[in-house]
């Protein structure tokens, strides 16, 4: 699961974590000319108003704490 989140107009950000899958349909369906998406979270399901959406960040897949040991 990857950590996502999505802003809306108006400044609200929701965060999720959703599979590559749902990504993915998160990304084709704002492709579109705008309309509701139905996606599946680790939190359950939820709709978005796809022409609100004006970002979506994924986060990257390593996070290390500390020193990592290389220069």
Same mark, same amino acid.
């Given at each position: $699961?990857k950590r996502?989140? #999505? *802003?809306f107009?108006?400044? /609200?950000v +929701?965060a @999720?974590r959703?599979?590559e /899958?749902e $990504?993915?349909?998160l990304?084709s369906?704002l492709k *579109?000319?705008g309309?509701?998406?139905? $996606?599946?979270s680790d939190d359950?399901? !939820?709709?978005l108003?796809s022409? /609100?959406? @004006? !970002?979506?960040? @994924?986060e990257?897949? +390593?996070?290390? #704490? *500390?020193?990592s040991g290389?220069?």
């Open positions: $699961l996502v989140s #999505i *802003g107009n108006g400044g /609200q +929701a @999720v959703l599979s /899958q $990504l993915e349909r990304r369906g *579109g000319d309309g509701w998406l139905d $996606l599946t359950g399901d !939820f709709s108003d022409g /609100q959406v @004006v !970002f979506v960040k @994924v990257g897949s +390593a996070t290390t #704490i *500390g020193f290389s220069c």
